[in-house]
T-cell receptor, first 112, second 112 residues
Framework: DGGITQSPKYLFRKEGQNVTLSCEQN?????MYWYRQDPGQGLRLIYY???????QKGDIAEGYSVSREKKESFPLTVTSAQKNPTAFYLC???????????FGQGTRLTVV | EDQVTQSPEALRLQEGESSSLNCSYT??????LFWYRQDPGKGPEFLFT???AGEEKEKERLKATLTKKESFLHITAPKPEDSATYLC?????????????FGKGTSLLVTP
């Protein structure tokens, strides 16, 4: 089945540690995105990538980093510089311009 | 200033009691308006895309409509399984590549 796979589903991090969230898609989509969702807030864009080896900062990129070495993969690293990393992280992909995005099932990150 | 505003924030309906959710937007150069359903702890599930004023889309008990400044998601004779958060998103101009700009959602509860 085609889709987007995020792993792990739950992740716990100690303060000061970097963690990497995985996102893989087999939809052959060019564009991929990372969003953050907090209670009472809409989805906020962290980073996006329109093609391999290219990515751009979204509205809240500080404390995060990404790579796009393969079309299918768009991992997100939450660095120790991110002051409030506890949140629900969602990865999405789309064919491209003016089309709907499809989402993975999310990773819930908790800092302990 | 929010570019996408959804109302109400929360809505409680009796089974069979029809109603509408609103999504108003202030962006210029709308390229597409998208509706999603999100269940607790899950990623958003795509419902509809609307591209131009006057357009309508239907799926089971849901019907989405679009005007120049807002969209409505009409729910006819809802059932308890329609309980979820409904998200609206827009794509406009040349913002953030193809990324979607989300509202904060309407939380719908349908009671038997």
């Amino acid at each position: 089945d085609g889709g987007i796979t995020q792993s792990p589903k739950y992740l716990f991090r100690k303060e000061g540690q970097n963690v990497t969230l995985s996102c893989e898609q087999n939809l052959n989509h060019d564009a991929m995105y990372w969003y953050r969702q907090d209670p009472g807030q809409g989805l906020r864009l962290i980073y996006y990538s329109q093609i391999v080896n290219d990515f751009q900062k979204g509205d809240i990129a500080e404390g995060y980093s990404v790579s796009r070495e393969k079309k299918e993969s768009f991992p997100l690293t939450v660095t120790s510089a991110q002051k409030n990393p506890t949140a629900f992280y969602l990865c999405a992909s789309s064919k491209g311009r003016y089309t709907e995005a499809f989402f993975g099932q999310g990773t819930r990150l908790t800092v302990v | 200033e929010d570019q996408v505003t959804q109302s109400p924030e929360a809505l409680r309906l009796q089974e069979g009691e029809s109603s509408s959710l609103n999504c108003s937007y202030t962006v210029s150069g709308l390229r597409g308006l998208f509706w999603y359903r999100q269940d607790p702890g899950k990623g958003p599930e795509f419902l509809f895309t609307l591209y131009s004023a006057g357009e309508e889309k239907e799926k089971e008990r849901l019907k989405a409509t679009l005007t120049k400044k807002e969209s409505f998601l009409h729910i006819t004779a809802p059932k308890p399984e329609d309980s979820a958060t409904y998200l609206c998103a827009v794509q406009y101009g040349s913002n953030s590549g193809y990324a979607l700009n989300f509202g904060k959602g309407t939380s719908l509860l349908v009671t038997p």
